[in-house]
């Protein structure tokens, strides 16, 4: 079945880069997508990337597409304190979302 | 600006009782889906439906059970709760097609069953 893994945890200081990490074992997606949940809200779609592009980029966010290896990560450039938050991956196959990371940012 | 809403955002009930959980959605969307998630973040399907008279089972097996009389409404139903129900519930929808649309999620229900 499909598996989309990401660590769990991210710490980072504020001003600082954050990637966040997420390998998928089903390619069949179209599209890839970050999601950004925040406490006591639903999910949030931040950015999505083409299967057949390899970046994508959108202000402070950087969308990279590794499909040889199944590697699709999310860099936020100069981290801020509203930052914190869970993020999760997803491909458009099967509706499944990544296990999710939670990422805090230190003042 | 939400165009999904959930009613209610917090549910404390006891063992036994019958609960509806609602969704609704102001977008047109035909897809739409229940998601539990776990206290550790991570979201499990457990139903969706492509449209009106249409609902599927997710992967996560689930006591509750749904329907989609109308496009935009999608409630979720618990026949007797159980303590073993208490989790976050998240409702999203959809556009079909083959475009980048994504999910758009309502804020979710917390329900603790005592």
């Known amino acids: 079945g499909e598996d989309v893994e990401q660590s769990l945890f991210l710490s980072v200081r504020e001003g600082d880069s954050s990637v966040i990490n997420c390998t998928y074992t089903?390619?069949?997606?179209?599209?890839l997508y970050w999601y950004k949940q925040e406490p006591g809200a639903g999910l949030q779609l931040l950015t999505y990337?083409?299967?057949?592009?390899d970046m994508k980029q959108d202000q402070r966010l950087t969308v990279l597409l590794n499909k040889k290896d199944k590697h699709l990560s999310l860099r936020i450039a100069d981290t801020q304190t509203g930052d914190s938050a869970i993020y999760f991956c997803?491909?458009?196959?099967?509706?499944?979302f990544g296990t999710g990371t939670r990422l805090k940012v230190l003042a | 600006e939400a165009d999904i809403y959930q009613t209610p955002r917090y549910l404390v009930i006891g063992t036994g009782k019958k609960i509806t959980l609602e969704c609704s959605q102001t977008?047109?969307?035909?897809?739409m889906y229940w998601y539990q998630q776990d206290p550790g973040m991570e979201l499990h399907l457990i139903h969706y439906?492509?449209?009106?008279?249409?609902?599927e089972k997710g992967d996560l097996s689930s006591e509750s059970t749904v329907s989609r009389i109308r496009t935009e409404h999608f409630p979720l139903t618990l026949e007797s709760a159980r303590p073993s129900h208490t989790s976050q519930y998240l409702c999203?929808?959809?556009?079909?097609?083959?475009?980048?649309?994504?999910?758009?999620f309502g804020s979710g229900t917390r329900l603790t069953v005592v």
């Open positions: 990337i083409f299967s057949n592009m």
């Open positions: 999203a929808s959809s556009e079909g097609g083959q475009g980048p649309y994504g999910y758009t």
């Open positions: 977008m047109g969307h035909d897809k």
């Open positions: 089903d390619s069949s997606s179209t599209y």
């Open positions: 997803a491909g458009t196959y099967k509706y499944i």
């Open positions: 439906s492509y449209g009106v008279n249409s609902t």
